[in-house]
């Protein structure tokens, strides 16, 4: 049976309105992910809920990956990097459901979101793709809304809200080192299934030493908290990530990079009518000078055709 890729036949050359439905669908499920995890923090504590959020994904996963035929087992060079992968993938998530634990979901949101820039900085060092002046304009504008969300003491929940917004930017950080890990190596060839599937397994096993660090692993059980548990990972993890694998494959990725701004608008709005948490007018102002950074790096290079 074939793997689940895109055929030629299947490959769009313009975003229609179903990909607009699907990115839309996507880009909200992201932002309400960190609420998810937020409510999910009350009730399990942070390393468990990565530990159980990364086993029942790959199970969830691999089911997918059997029933496709997708080939998960054969030696093809990506193991280091998909164990390496999967480590920073580790680090990722435990920062995040740390940091949420002390920040709020809206602050939290926009400090994940500002993997782009951590990207765009990577790519330029690592990968040879040239900052230029526009995408240096983009990463100014972001930064500055990332230093409006420090200096904002309106939307602070209390003075350990800081400790949980640097351990959101540094997830943000380590979610830009992954994705430069799998484009610079061979991960890059193998199918998205397998490169997820390092990434989950890695962090399901690599978690457990650190549980007891994190005090009681039950905390206030409640079905509220264990939905949003299975809220990320049978529809975020498992659902959401392997369509976004085969959005980016079936569309023109420039084209669906100039979605990316919702997911930090989405998690910003999310955390305030949901969760009740206060939003000041420098909240607004982060979010929308990180909306325009994202806009401004993703914005496609218009290249001159030279005459005939």
Same mark, same amino acid.
């Given at each position: 049976?074939?793997?689940?890729?895109?055929?030629?036949?299947?490959?769009?050359?313009?975003?229609?309105?179903?990909?607009?439905?699907?990115?839309?669908?996507?880009?909200?499920?992201?932002?309400?992910?960190?609420?998810?995890?937020?409510?999910?923090?009350?009730?399990?504590?942070?390393?468990?809920?990565?530990?159980?959020?990364?086993?029942?994904?790959?199970?969830?996963?691999?089911?997918?990956?059997?029933?496709?035929?997708i080939r998960l087992f054969e030696r093809d060079g990506t193991l280091w990097p998909g164990l390496l992968a999967g480590l920073l993938f580790t680090a990722e998530f435990v920062l995040?459901?740390?940091?949420?634990?002390?920040?709020?979901?809206?602050?939290?949101s926009l400090m994940v979101n500002t993997m782009p820039f951590w990207m765009l900085l990577g790519a330029h060092f690592w990968l040879g793709e040239r900052i230029t002046a526009v995408?240096?304009?983009?990463l100014a504008l972001a930064f500055i809304g990332v230093v409006l969300v420090f200096a904002d003491q309106l939307s602070l929940p209390d003075a350990g809200a800081l400790r949980g917004?640097?351990?959101?930017?540094?997830?943000?950080?380590?979610?830009?080192?992954?994705?430069?890990?799998?484009?610079?190596?061979?991960?890059?060839?193998?199918? &998205?299934?397998?490169?997820?599937?390092?990434? =989950? !397994? %890695?962090?399901?096993?690599?978690?457990?030493?650190?549980? /007891?660090? *994190?005090?009681?692993?039950?905390?206030?059980?409640?079905?509220?908290?264990?939905?949003?548990?299975?809220?990320?990972?049978?529809?975020?993890?498992?659902?959401?990530?392997?369509?976004?694998?085969?959005?980016?494959?079936?569309?023109?990725?420039?084209?669906?990079?100039?979605?990316?701004?919702?997911?930090?608008?989405?998690?910003?709005?999310?955390?305030?009518?949901?969760?009740?948490?206060?939003?000041?007018?420098?909240?607004?102002? &982060?979010?929308?000078?990180?909306?325009?950074? =994202? !806009? %401004?790096?993703?914005?496609?290079?218009?290249?001159?055709? /030279?005459? *005939?």
């Open positions: 049976m074939a793997e689940a890729t895109a055929t030629s036949t299947d490959r769009r050359d313009a975003i229609d309105n179903f990909a607009v439905a699907m990115m839309l669908m996507l880009t909200f499920s992201w932002g309400m992910n960190q609420v998810a995890i937020k409510v999910a923090n009350t009730g399990y504590s942070p390393i468990f809920l990565t530990i159980a959020r990364s086993a029942i994904a790959a199970v969830l996963v691999y089911g997918w990956c059997l029933w496709r035929g995040i459901f740390f940091g949420l634990d002390y920040t709020t979901a809206a602050r939290g995408k240096f304009l983009g917004d640097l351990m959101c930017l540094a997830a943000g950080v380590l979610w830009a080192a992954t994705t430069l890990v799998i484009k610079k190596s061979r991960l890059t060839d193998a199918s &998205a299934e397998k490169t997820l599937m390092y990434q =989950l !397994l %890695v962090s399901a096993v690599v978690s457990i030493p650190l549980l /007891p660090l *994190a005090g009681p692993i039950l905390r206030d059980v409640s079905l509220l908290a264990t939905g949003a548990l299975l809220f990320q990972t049978a529809f975020v993890v498992s659902f959401t990530f392997i369509l976004w694998f085969w959005m980016i494959r079936t569309y023109p990725a420039t084209g669906l990079s100039s979605f990316a701004f919702l997911t930090p608008a989405f998690g910003v709005l999310c955390g305030g009518f949901l969760l009740n948490e206060p939003l000041s007018i420098n909240i607004f102002a &982060a979010l929308a000078l990180i909306a325009l950074g =994202l !806009l %401004v790096v993703n914005r496609p290079v218009r290249r001159r055709i /030279p005459p *005939a």
